[in-house]
Structure formats: C-alpha cells, structure tokens
C-alpha cells in the first residue's frame, strides 16, 4: 500500500525486523514513561524459534514516510484459537505509530487485508503475539513506567481505533498494592477453617522441568473458562521454565497443596524494568554486567504478580477462599523479605468479581486499564 508520502512496508529479513523492533524508539523518545524494551529479547520473540510459531504463523509491516520509520503492525492467526473457539477470528499486534489517522489506517487496514486473504472475519487485539503474552492497548495510567512483561501506549492511540470503527471487546485490570498490607479478617478466618488441609512449598530447583510441567498444567486448568484463553503448550511451558529460572528467586514461585495435592499457584517477579530502564535496550559491551550487578546487589523495589491460579475443582467456597489468600500471603511475605515497596497484581478480567473483590479486600487499587479491541472484517 502507498500513496505520495506513506509507504507500508513488509519487515521481512533481518533488515526488516531490526527496522521494525525499533519504530518505539522513535515514538517514545520524550516519553518519561516508557521503558525501552531489552533488544535481544523481541529479537527472539519475533525468531522462529519462538515456539509460538508452532502453532500460529503471522506477518509484519512497517509504516515509512519517505526515510523515516513512522509505525508498525503484526497480523496473526493462531490455530490453538481457532480449533478452540471456531470464530474465524485473527489478530493484530505490535501496533505503534505516529499521532496520524491516516498512518493508523494505512496500518490496519493492511493487517485486515492479511487476515480476511486467509479466510478471517474478525480482527481483535492487540496481542503481542499472544494472550499469554503481552496484550491489551493501555487506555488509562500513562503516567507511570509499566511493570515487566507489560504495555505502554499513547493516549491518543484509542482514538485512532475508535475512528477506525474498532470497539472495546475486553478491559484489563492492573492493581497496585503495598505488600505489608494488613491481613483482612476474612482472609484469616477462611485460613484458618481449612485446618491442616491447606499448606504451601517454594519451587524445587533441583527439577526445573517438572516444576514447570506442573505449573503449566495448573495453569492451562486454572485458566481454561476465562475470556480467550489459549492452553500453554508444552514447548511454551519449557520456554517460560527457562526464563524463570534466572528472573524469579526460588520464593517467588509458590504452589498451594490441598491434602497433599497440587491445587494452585503463583509467581511473583521482580520488576525488572527498573533495573533496564537506562539501558536503552542493549545488554551488550556493558549491559549485561550492570543488569547483573544491579539484580546482586539491590533486588529492585517493585515487583509483580505475573501468574496466580487455582485448579477449577477448587476454585469455589470456602476453600478456593483459603488458596487464594494463602497464595497471596505467601507472595507478599516473599516481597517483604526482599524489600519491594509497591506490587502490581496483572492483569484482571474487569469481568473476574471473584478475584477484584479478593485484592480490593487486601487494600489493592487499580493503576491501568488495557482494552482489547475487535470489529468485524467487511468484504
């Protein structure tokens, strides 16, 4: 696509897809609040190694006013998403661009044609590149840096998409909380009626992969009724388990037991976007060295709950009750101890009453809203 200023360009090789990583630097660069992202990180996420290419296939584009790179879009289609849910339904994501309605529909106008080509009849995002990773358009709480593993946008991002006829399908909760919180009554008693039947273990490092197996099987059970979901494969699983291993200190994953089985989880992760945020994306000649040296000597003074999950046989009465704030107890005694001031709880289904009225009863607010948005693809 192109008229006499605006070109869309595929990002295709290794040309193409460095161009492409680094469109936020230029849309970002006098925004306080933006954390540039780890280079080497979306380098693999893009990679077709990344086993989300196991299951989904996608294409990217970037938007170019004569020299300059002004905007950039992926296009998706997962068939874990199809095979699931039947609905003809592709994706978008990555999207950023300049404050331009004319480059917003350049951009996705051409994500809807590669979709409704291959057969969808409806686009929804962004996702980037999945539900299990970065997703949702931040519509409220642009004034602060995100947390690890989330979004930052433009205000005026939703504008370009609402004038583009897309509408809010599904809002996002983030909840900021204080750990040395005062442990509500309720949480207490639901404790204690439980007696014995409810005890906790920290990770065991001496068997990774079955740690993570078991996680990841919590998780796919835990999370299998929510709004989109998408089972974690097991390639995913060994990926995350590999991640995990060098982000998150042996306390901060923790499993639930109930009469000595398996019942829920939750991992709690630094936030590492303080440590990187004058890195400017690059660990290397240096990077490395200060990431690393910074992670030793001053674990950083925020951090999040990234996954929390209960089995569904479970989830109900009072002894789902007990689980939930066990596992919450558990992760802010272990942000405690290493020194976190503020945890953000992300992210919530605006929908899931369940689990906000849990966190606002531990004095947790919400600090940013993301959408994900959807229409249906004319033609």
Known sequence: MTNSQLRIKPAEGRAGRAEFIRVPWRLYRDDPAWVPPLLLDKKLQLSPKNPYFQHARAAFWTAWRGPTPVGRISAQIDQLHLQRYDDDCGFFGMLEAENNPETFAALLQTAESWLRRQGMKRIRGPFNLSINQECGLLVEGFDTPPYIMMGHARPYYASRLAELGYHGEKDLLAYQVEPWFKTPRAMTIAI???????????LATTKIDEEMKLLGDIFNDAWSENWGFIPMTPAE?????????YLVPRRGIIFAMVDGEPAGMIVGLPNLNEAIADLNGRLLPFGWA??????KIGYPKSGRVALM???KKFQHGTLGAALAFTLIDQARMHFVRMGVTEVEQSWILED?????KILEAIGSRISKRYRIYGRRLEG
């Open 309 to 311: 999950g209960i089995r």
């Open 290 to 295: 200060r990431l690393l040296w910074r992670l």
């Open 237 to 245: 699983i060994k990926q995350m388990g590999e991640e995990l291993r």
């Open 352 to 356: 899931n009453e369940g689990m906000r």
């Open 192 to 202: 204690r009626r439980m007696g014995g039947r409810v005890t906790t273990r920290r």
